[in-house]
């Protein structure tokens, strides 16, 4: 088996990238076949991976070890842990539909795919990273290159200015796509300094001057140095994780980002906080996880209910999408909350399941917004009539997105709240059942008032259903909700040793909540 | 591979074969016949293997489980899927499925105006729906049965939206889902509590006292909502809004019925819980009376049908509650029979007459003998008629309530069981005694794929009542016939009901003015007034604060920040004046400072 299988993953869809850069701007047929092909390779060395990882032997497979700074004790070191299988697989379908569905962007396509794949390739390296520096350098890569695919590509949504902080509404065009744009990275890198800063205290305190991320967890870091990174992690990866009250720039950002960056930055990005705040907070710093683990979880559930509270009276679909991620988003985080190994693999599996939910989600979205022009929902209805292939898929994404046995997004939400259960707090699960329920009502409203009713007259008369490379998307993503629904254990297999190694080698963890 | 594990995989196989060829291959199911064809072959071939399990049965064959892991956690197994075979599941899994293939043959005519593509959409969904049904009743644990549970749910939501272009049934299908929806969050936290106290999903498990009355409280609370008991019921009226075929199937014989079946499957947890079986036998008894009192003054022959329903699911929660897990299952099986059987017969008057209206209809026993005959067969049947299946069962239901609570559940279930015979005569007198209407007058007997099922199903709708020994031994319930005051009692209140009827609606339509009064507390202004608020003036509400506070209080908070960071930027940049002697200025006063703070002092 090759010893750069991981590499390959993250450096495909960079490659793809640096050809573009030698591609002329009239080649837009190999641009995007460029791009797909680079995808492609990410998803197939990631299915390579899935196949190949060793479930009975576990721990990190694929390691490959290069030297960066050695003075620092900063190594490019990719191992690839049961967690990682998953979210792999997530991404590689993730870019390679969102590169389909990208497939119509006619605005400076060129650097819009050379920016895509760039982010893809620092999502990817985030997940097999095993040095810290080298996590974060790459998380910052898959974070920035929103800015400029938001700002240039996005799409502006006029809010009017209210409530008690009105006045600012005049300095900020509120809604707008360039205003999306600046949030969504002030308030992320406002994150990473948090994060850098733990870096920092975990470097100096660990006493081997190592990034390592192995050889850190071996370091029993004093309860104090634990008590400062805790927080400061989960709030520097929980704000890309759309924590509760620092998930606002979540609605905006992805209402505003066009389709497949919609898919990327809900479906994958927003993971890739919940992994740092388990993978680094959590596994780094348990006695302070222990007990902090109540304001987590309590914050997660707050995340569960609002979000969909909020996304109940949206009326831009867009919003209505987004703001159910915050809601799912919560979901991860109080999986990751519970310390417990139902709870764990609940969340790494919400980050699959809704990752892929809500690429879907977005994708299907961006269709039908490309052909009603409106993202209003009230002034829809009746599509069915004209895409039935897309009805059906919303339709799926919606069961999935309200726990629908069945679907992904069951197993998910059904492990997280039954580690919740068996936690010292089982009334999480109150506000979380509740938070499913009223995501029940308005994703079926939604689709509802979208998709049924009568035939469409007038503007709305001439729809088509999804044709071409639109297929890609609802296809493979649909079929994948229903199977990994039907068969968790696809995945949980390689979730499951990752979370029992991570809980068997820090026993303090393992039901500390009980 | 022993041989009942196999036919219990082929019966939830085949169905699920058939779904799933159908959503592969988009050319099957936009044509006719291989739409319908894989379905009721799938159908076929569920049933056969039902019928084989139930011979098997018969003939001695063990209860067979078998299971594998579904959800690990830790290398353990958290929870487990598979296959749970003994004479419950195999007796409803015979009565679900030959219910579904009768159901599906007559839709074959039935539906047949509709485009080839809604005409392969409508066989689809059955096909989802007979496995995701199979998949509760074999279910050999809760959350097994749950999965089924939420499926059938979500099949039941996709057929009664079927005329999707129709606001009304769209409207009724979201509905639909979202009060069953309500009440299945007991269901899930049955499972969580369940689950945090005894590890375990099973519902043999040795529960305390407390914690099985918590979960069957909370299991029951889902059943209120599957099985459409009050308050809880007003979904299922609505639900007609789905092509008749499927009230028949869902809305009447089988998947309403399945909160009925995971009382019997949960009764072992049931029996450790008194408190809660008090609380269903109330409910279901009032249930009972209330629905049938509604049922009185429908004038939509489907609704009727539908508070029927209501009605009789009432008495069978009843029974259950009242610790006869036997009676409830014997009723809910005879039920299926004569309640799919007259949902279909009223399919195929709606179909001649082109209309749901009682008062299109009239005379019809002249144009459509079959039907007529079948019909009466079905009322009759259900009205608890002696030497019909219903009365058999119905029998039994009100013979377990006999002296519990103070006899109150016992007289409301004799009260509901003369008000089921009065409103069944009040559609027989209207639909098909009487002179015809203009619409009647043209009407004419359906084709054989119609007239089939409904022979079909009139056999046990006379004759199931017979196999209340044999179901005992199957089940290892003890059941005797007796005479005593109950069989005396409901037979005379079936045949006054049904004598009264002729005698109060045989005239003029006379409508019963306490009864309409009941219509308005039910629908106008109550019960389901108060559901729709609930959601508007509470949830919408609620929501739409979330979403105020969101935009402007944190985000505003957040845009604040912004602002302030600006503003302060704004204030101290003329500092930054661009002239030399500003700052040299600057800097021959901050050397004096320093001076000062060093030496000077």
Redesign the interface.
Known sequence: MSTHLLSLVVAAPAVAAALLLLLPRQARLATRWVSLCGALTSLAGALVVAWSWDKAKGGFQFLEDYPLVPSLGIHIKLAADGWSVALLLLTGLIIVTGVLASWKVDRRDKEFFILLLVLVSGVFGVFVSQDLFVFFLLYEIAVLPMYLLIGIWGSSHE?PP????????K??A?GSREYAAM?LT??LLVGSAAILVAMFVLWSHSGARTFDLQALQAVAFSRSTQMLVFPLVWLGFGTLAGVF?FH?WS?DGHASAPTAVSMLHAGVLMKLGAFGVMRVGMVLAPDAAVAWAPVVGGVAVVNIL?GA??A???TDLKYVIAYSSVSHMGVVMLGAATL???GW?GAVYQMFAHGIMTGLFFALVGLVYERAHTRTIARMG?F??AM?AVAVCFTLAS?SS?G???TAG??AE??V??GA??TRF?WW?VPG??G???T??YV??AA?TI?????PTGEFAHLEDARGTEWGAPLVLGAALVLFGLW??LL??FI?VT??AF??RLPLLADALR | MNSPVLLGEVALGAPALAALLLVVFPWARRRRAPAAGLTIASSLVAAAAAAKLVIDRTGGAPDVRVTI???????HT?AEVGLQLDGVSVVMLLVVTVVALCVQVFSLEYMRDETA?SYGRYFAYHALFLFSMNLLVLAPNLLQL???W??VG?TS?LLI?FY????SA??A??KA??MT??AD?GF??AL??L??STGSFDWTVAASPQVATAVTALLFIAVVGKSAQFPLHVWLPDAMEGPTPVSALLHAATMVAAGVYMLVRADPLFARAPATRDLMLWVGAGTAAFAALLALVQTDIKRVLAYSTCSQLGLMVAAIGAGSAFAGFFHLGTHAFFKALLFLAAGSVIHAVHSNELGAMGGLRRRMPLTSAVFVVGALSLSGVPGFAGFASKDLVLASVEGKAGWVPWVLLMASAFLTALYMGRVLVKAFLGPPSEAAAHAHEPGFSMTGPLVLLAVPAVFAGLLGGWLARSLGADYHLHLGLTPVVASAAAVLGLGAAVFVFGGAGRRVPWAAALEYFDRGAFVDRGWESL?RQV??R???W???V???????????L??GT?EVGTTVRPLQTGRTRDYVFAVMVGALVLAWLGGWR
């Open positions: 809010v209210a409530g008690p902080f009105r006045f600012v509404w300095r900020f509120v949030k002030l308030m009250p606002t609605p609002y509270l909020c109940a009276s949206q417990n190994a139902a693999n009746g069915a009539h039935p069961l309200l629908l046995p069945g069951f197993v059904f492990l709240f039954l259960a068996t089982p699960t059942v509740l499913a329920f009223v029940a009502v079926l409203r509802k998709f049924w009713g009568p035939l968790p254990r949980l297999d499951d979370s029992a809980l068997q | 892991p579904w959800l690990p956690a830790q290398g958290l593509r749950f999965a089924g939420e499926l979500v939501y939206g999707f272009a129709r606001p769209a409207r299908a979201v889902f979202w929806k309500l969050m899930l936290f969580l509590v689950f945090a959601y949830l919408l609620v929501s739409g979330a979403r105020w969101d935009r402007y209080l944190v985000d505003g908070v957040i845009n604040a912004g602002w600006l």
